[in-house]
């Protein structure tokens, strides 16, 4: 029993070795796998945060884009109604422009004409003129003969 009592103590003592290894490595990988979990929260803290920040930044940009979208908007407006009042000055403009022209027409045809008439009356009385200067002159020459 003696042999057998201490190869029962050899192989105890070489199962709690194997225990006391067995309890070493566990107590080292939950150490380990405590770090790796601080490690692992850490980053995911991190990732929450630089996500937070990127949601964030993507709003502010968002907003700026919508803000600078507004801006250009409102200068498109303030740009046709604009345009839209010197097209309507200019319309009026060109309008009063070609009245004045046609009018200018008007008015230089009726004073060619005026002037037509005049020449034409002048020359009449010219003509009458010249025809009792010449009847007097016939007048003068049979009397005087």
């Given at each position: 029993m003696q042999i057998s009592h201490s190869?029962?103590?050899r192989d105890r003592a070489v199962q709690i070795e194997?225990?006391?290894n067995l309890e070493k490595k566990q107590q080292d990988l939950i150490k380990t796998y405590e770090i790796k979990n601080v490690e692992l929260q850490g980053q995911n803290d991190q990732l929450n945060q630089a996500l937070s920040q990127g949601e964030l930044g993507i709003r502010e940009q968002v907003e700026h884009w919508?803000?600078?979208y507004y801006d250009m908007e409102r200068q498109h407006a303030d740009i046709?109604?604009?345009l839209e009042k010197e097209k309507a000055l200019w319309e009026g403009k060109f309008d009063f422009l070609e009245k004045q022209k046609d009018q200018a027409k008007k008015?230089?045809?009726d004073a060619l004409k005026q002037f037509q008439q005049t020449v034409d009356?002048?020359?009449?009385s010219q003509n009458e003129n010249k025809q009792k200067v010449e009847?007097?002159?016939g007048l003068m020459l049979s009397q005087i003969e």
């Amino acid at each position: 029993m003696q042999i057998s009592h201490s190869q029962f103590e050899r192989d105890r003592a070489v199962q709690i070795e194997k225990y006391e290894n067995l309890e070493k490595k566990q107590q080292d990988l939950i150490k380990t796998y405590e770090i790796k979990n601080v490690e692992l929260q850490g980053q995911n803290d991190q990732l929450n945060q630089a996500l937070s920040q990127g949601e964030l930044g993507i709003r502010e940009q968002v907003e700026h884009w919508k803000s600078q979208y507004y801006d250009m908007e409102r200068q498109h407006a303030d740009i046709q109604s604009e345009l839209e009042k010197e097209k309507a000055l200019w319309e009026g403009k060109f309008d009063f422009l070609e009245k004045q022209k046609d009018q200018a027409k008007k008015d230089n045809e009726d004073a060619l004409k005026q002037f037509q008439q005049t020449v034409d009356q002048l020359q009449k009385s010219q003509n009458e003129n010249k025809q009792k200067v010449e009847h007097n002159q016939g007048l003068m020459l049979s009397q005087i003969e």
